[in-house]
């Protein structure tokens, strides 16, 4: 095996790493606009149960295949299964990275802007013509978004550049509390604001009549596999780093765990304070850039609050943006054999290249459309509700079909003999079934 590969100082830089690849955009971004537009607690528990259920036993299983096969999400494949077509597998997840954070990068550079524009204060109050109209003219404007977009690529690059070690695990050891520190902040005081509870409602109370939408099952599965990062092979890569005396069943529940407390808190930190205002909850991707600002200009100490909000979504949008840079990356340096700062250039530069169709689809080619989705709403949509959920279910097959037991056994590292067989029967069989059942349900969902 490869002697000068890439590793982790400590188990807990790992754990803190995932966990920055997890907390991002998909908790405080996508997770809330979902759960609007879909009809808040029934989401919720539907999500939670594929979270649990589902979710983290695959992000264990993620793990187990990188951890054992030490090389990116390519080379792992290959390692464990020579002279299959196996590695197709990680090949597709490198490129759904890179497609993932070429429009993750224009939502983060949009977080940027926000930023910029509190700390010098031009959003404290409302603009002439209201904020839905600043944001409309802010996103079709062909040329500021991309260089914000740039901005934060250039960042995620800054970080990832400086290695394994050095960069990631350093970044997100910085960011990670930060990062829980100021989202508690934020969900305590939307608490005590008045309208909170009806927030709060529309969070915990279900309307079960939802059950019957074949579209929510699919979106809650997508939407938990893109927040636990899961099915593109950039935890695959991550857990590649790991030493042979880490462990890593405990490492995905707390991750996954994790993961889940940013959403909830996201939701218990949007939801009040939305109602409170009196606003529109279902207002899609826009949400948190047009939504909250009217909110801040009228909460006291908003402007303060609006600049921890917007630290903290651009922070953690930073710490998953590493993780999805460093898996295209780990494959062109190991798999192609470039040095790392020649992968992390050409990889941005891509990615930065694609992402601007995405930037661009909001403004002059917004007729770039399919159904109600532009360019960004598509590739979005793509990655998660296909790439994801495919990639994670070929990953399961691998795992429970083409492996052996044994070998499955030992890469788990489950210990407990009851657990290891919960959780290898849900790798085995749940998994291949729910996705199958998904398929047609929307299939026919969709046509009926
Ligand atoms: N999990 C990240 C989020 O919630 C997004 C992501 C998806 C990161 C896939 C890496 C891989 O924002
Ligand atoms: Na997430």
Redesign the pocket.
């Known amino acids: 095996m490869n002697q000068n590969q890439d590793q982790w100082k400590t188990r807990l830089g790992f754990m803190l790493a995932a966990m920055g690849?997890?907390?991002?955009?998909?908790?405080i971004w996508r997770f809330p606009y979902i759960t609007g537009e879909l009809g808040g607690a029934t989401f919720l528990i539907v999500y939670l149960a594929f979270v649990f259920l589902i979710g983290i036993p695959l992000l264990l299983n993620e793990f187990s295949i990188g951890k054992a096969g030490q090389k990116d999400a390519v080379g792992s494949f290959k390692n464990l299964a020579p002279n299959t077509k196996w590695h197709w597998t990680g090949f597709m997840g490198v490129i759904g990275?890179i497609l993932?954070l070429s429009f993750y990068s224009v939502v983060a550079g949009w977080s940027l802007f926000y930023l910029y524009k509190y700390l010098t204060g031009s959003y404290w109050t409302e603009p002439d013509g209201g904020f839905g109209q600043v944001f409309n003219d802010w996103i079709t404007n062909p040329l500021m978004p991309l260089f914000w977009q740039a901005l934060f690529l250039g960042l995620t690059l800054f970080i990832v550049v400086r290695g394994v070690k050095g960069g990631i695990e350093k970044a997100n050891a910085l960011l990670m509390p930060i990062l829980a520190i100021l989202m508690i902040f934020m969900a305590g005081y939307v608490l005590t604001l008045d309208g909170a509870l009806e927030g709060l409602q529309f969070l915990f109370t279900p309307d079960w009549s939802q059950l019957n939408n074949p579209k929510l099952y699919l979106t809650a599965l997508g939407q938990a596999f893109?927040?636990?990062?899961i099915g593109?092979s950039?935890m695959l890569t991550y857990a590649s780093y790991l030493k042979s005396k880490d462990k890593l069943p405990g490492a995905a529940i707390g991750v996954g765990v994790m993961d889940t407390v940013f959403a909830v808190i996201a939701g218990i930190m949007i939801f009040p304070a939305v109602f409170s205002f009196g606003l529109e909850v279902s207002s899609g991707p826009p949400l948190v850039f047009i939504t909250l600002p009217s909110i801040f200009a009228s909460m006291p100490l908003g402007n303060i609050v609006a600049i921890v909000f917007f630290v903290l979504l651009s922070l953690a949008a930073l710490s998953?943006a590493i993780?999805?840079l460093e898996l295209p990356v780990s494959f062109f340096k190991r798999t192609v054999g470039m040095s790392r700062k020649a992968a992390t250039y050409l990889c941005t530069t891509i990615i930065f290249v694609i992402g601007i169709a995405s930037s661009l689809g909001f403004g002059i080619w917004s007729g770039v459309t399919i159904g109600d989705q532009n360019i960004l709403g598509m590739v979005d949509f793509f990655t998660a509700n296909f790439v994801l959920p495919f990639g994670a279910v070929l990953m399961a097959i691998f795992v429970g079909w083409y492996l052996d037991r044994e070998q499955a056994k030992r890469n788990s590292e489950i210990e407990n003999p009851v657990m290891f067989n919960i959780w290898y029967g849900i790798v085995k069989y749940l998994v291949p079934i729910v996705m199958i059942a998904l398929v047609i349900a929307n299939v026919f969902g969709y046509t009926a």
């Not at 690849?21 to 908790?27: D, E, K, M, R």
């Open positions: 690849s997890a907390v991002g955009l998909g908790n990275g993932i893109f927040s636990l990062s593109v950039g998953s993780s999805l």
